[in-house]
């Protein structure tokens, strides 16, 4: 072990000695994700859900090693995963996993990937569509051994130090983030969202992973993220990173955030007005710029070309 690994063991150890779940939870984020380092330097044969929504034997394998050490070290949680894992649903505790969020970018080789583990506290007296309390969130990058993690009340943490949101006050001064859906992108709008977002700030970036873009944003490495049409197991984990770190996370009308909403917009908090201002506009089809038409497009590149 290097000196720089050994120090950053120490730190995260220490960060966590007066965690609860996060240790045990982070131990088997890491051995998933070292079995998805594995994965990708063999090779991995690819499936398809939809049109091109990929599967992995990765997704499966890794689903499985999650649900088995969360059930030996944790055996009255709850586990709800991606590729169909639901386990003792009926506890107070529930697992939200995704072994392997960037699928697609994973089975193209392309290393921007993580694991993702949620935890939700549910009271017995709680119905099953309500939501309970997120209180603990490990998201694992494998390819950059850089582990984010949160409990509630506690703060949120990368690489056992401490982290927050970006101070920015305001939108033009942004890095953002977003995500399509890997099938039926006809039916989503979010390409006239990444239009407007883009015009409005500095950048928008579509990595391919959205527990990593939430994580980001809790780490003040992007200023916001917002996508339509997630799953629980996509966002629990990174939306207590987001909290935790002071960040704020509703849906696109600025109302609290609900693990079966089809819409997740979190910020640093001090744009949040602002994004949700703008998505009002947006979906009322104020003040937007258009999208030229190919044909429009064309007409341009002649014109420049002959100037």
Request: proline share 5%; aromatic share 8%.
């Amino acid at each position: 072990m290097s000196s720089e690994s050994a120090s950053n063991t120490g730190s995260i150890q220490a960060a966590q000695s007066n965690l609860t779940w996060v240790p045990k939870a982070s131990e088997i984020a890491i051995e998933g994700g070292k079995r998805l380092r594995e994965f990708l330097a063999q090779g991995v044969e690819t499936e398809y859900k939809g049109d091109v929504d990929l599967v992995t034997i990765a997704d499966r394998t890794v689903e499985k090693l999650i649900r088995t050490r969360l059930g030996e070290i944790f055996p009255e949680h709850g586990v709800y995963g991606e590729e169909g894992t639901r386990d003792r649903m009926e506890g107070e505790f529930r697992w939200y996993v995704d072994p392997l969020d960037g699928t697609t970018n994973f089975a193209h080789g392309f290393p921007h990937f993580c694991v993702s583990m949620g935890l939700e506290q549910r009271p017995a007296h709680l119905k099953p569509e309500e939501d309970g309390t997120l209180v603990a969130g490990v998201v694992y990058d494998p390819m950059r051994d850089e582990i984010f993690t949160a409990e509630r009340g506690k703060g949120a943490h990368f690489n056992g130090r401490p982290i927050h949101v970006s101070a920015i006050p305001e939108l033009a001064e942004t890095l953002l983030a977003t995500g399509f859906p890997s099938r039926k992108r006809h039916n989503s709008p979010n390409v006239h969202f990444y239009q407007e977002f883009t015009l409005r700030s500095h950048g928008v970036r579509r990595a391919g992973s959205a527990a990593l873009d939430l994580a980001y944003v809790a780490a003040g490495r992007l200023d916001a993220f917002w996508e339509f049409n997630l799953n629980p197991w996509d966002t629990a984990a990174g939306i207590l990173l987001v909290e935790e770190a002071g960040g704020s996370v509703t849906d696109f009308s600025g109302n609290p955030y609900r693990l079966d909403s089809r819409e997740i917009l979190a910020s640093n908090g001090r744009i949040q007005k602002e994004l949700v201002a703008l998505f009002e506009d947006l979906f009322a089809g104020r003040n937007l710029a258009p999208i030229p038409t190919p044909q429009e497009a064309a007409a341009a590149r002649r014109k420049a070309r002959s100037s």
